[in-house]
């Protein structure tokens, strides 16, 4: 009887709190239905990745296989093809991480040492722009400034050319070898402004104080950098690694699709367009699709939980 007022003095309270700021509930209604049927409702199709499935049959009509479709893709017939993908993805995420991680906070505190304001608003709107274009727009002008026609006549192709980075004559964008760093250096032209608005902002939260105590004690600007702007920004770097950790084996497939062709298999094929490739372009490998897509967010799930439990081990900031 105690037990059951306890639960109905909180759920009391509850109920007087609602009430109390419904507005903020009424603004919040249409995010969390956002989330209740493109987010939680198609979790649902996860069941395929467990059966033999059937389009014709429908997901409950279909035959249940157990973890047979997880076996055959990463030991049976589909491992090959699987684990290359899998590499790939591992390999770009990871160089994407080592390579394009560290640009925008360099940017950010570029931005933060521009004093005239609107010079910086200016050099800002610039690195910004590319994030609100579109894959396609992007895509497009890297193959123009590399591909053109049938020959290699491009801006940046000459230019790579002509510093001996790349043999001459060499097609670019049909050399498996070259795809890596393309798909890098793009991403990072495209996000690298953007993302610098989490650090510029972090940066701006740090107090003037701590910069005029070190210039008293004769500090330079790579000293204010290093002992002041660093550490204030050390939060906000943890949380984002951490962060992209866990999306280490989500790279986007609209970029590669756009990029791909069949002599850069080796190197381009990655997880999200081998399920594209089993959902929409084979028959009957539905299940192969889902069971991959799977692997791939549990993947991202333990990455995540452990770079938390790290960071809260060796710090005093995490996600939890």
């Known amino acids: 009887m105690i037990f059951q007022d306890e639960i109905f003095n909180k759920l009391r309270k509850y109920v007087r709190i609602i009430i109390k700021d419904w507005r903020l509930y009424v603004l919040l209604l249409p995010m969390i239905i956002w989330f209740l049927m493109w987010i939680y409702k198609p979790m649902g199709g996860l069941l395929i990745a467990f059966k033999n499935y059937e389009p014709v049959?429908?997901?409950?009509?279909?035959?249940?296989?157990?973890?047979y479709n997880f076996e055959n893709l990463m030991f049976g017939n589909k491992a090959l093809e699987f684990w290359k993908a899998f590499r790939n993805t591992f390999l770009i995420s990871l160089y994407g991480l080592i390579f394009g991680f560290p640009i925008p906070i360099i940017l950010a505190i570029l931005f933060s040492e521009i004093t005239?304001?609107?010079?910086?608003?200016?050099?800002?709107?610039?690195?910004?722009?590319?994030?609100?274009?579109?894959?396609?727009?992007?895509?497009?002008?890297?193959?123009?400034?590399?591909?053109?026609?049938?020959?290699?006549?491009?801006?940046?192709?000459?230019?790579?050319?002509e510093l001996n980075i790349i043999p001459d004559g060499t097609k670019i964008i049909q050399s498996?070898?070259?795809?890596?760093?393309?798909?890098?250096?793009?991403?990072?032209?495209?996000?690298?402004?953007?993302?610098?608005?989490?650090?510029?902002?972090?940066?701006?939260?740090?107090?003037?104080?701590?910069?005029?105590?070190l210039k008293v004690d004769g500090g330079n600007k790579l000293q204010e950098i290093r002992y002041v702007t660093l550490p204030g920004m050390a939060p906000t770097l943890i949380i984002m690694i951490i962060l992209r950790i866990g999306n280490i084996l989500s790279v986007g497939y609209e970029r590669i699709i756009l990029l791909y062709n069949e002599n850069i298999y080796e190197t381009a094929d990655v997880l999200s367009t081998l399920v594209i490739r089993y959902g929409l372009e084979q028959q009957n490998q539905e299940a192969y699709g889902a069971a991959t897509d799977m692997f791939n967010s549990l993947i991202g799930f333990i990455l995540v939980i452990g770079a938390n439990y790290i960071s809260r081990q060796i710090s005093d900031t995490s996600l939890w």
């Open 57 to 67: 049959k429908g997901v409950e009509g279909s035959e249940f296989v157990g973890f």
């Open 116 to 161: 005239h304001e609107p010079y910086r608003k200016l050099a800002q709107t610039i690195t910004y722009l590319p994030h609100f274009l579109s894959e396609v727009t992007i895509t497009g002008l890297v193959l123009t400034l590399i591909y053109h026609g049938e020959k290699n006549t491009g801006v940046l192709a000459q230019f790579l050319f």
């Open 176 to 213: 498996h070898q070259y795809f890596r760093p393309l798909f890098i250096v793009t991403g990072m032209w495209k996000e690298a402004g953007y993302s610098s608005i989490v650090y510029f902002a972090a940066i701006m939260g740090i107090s003037q104080v701590l910069y005029e105590a």
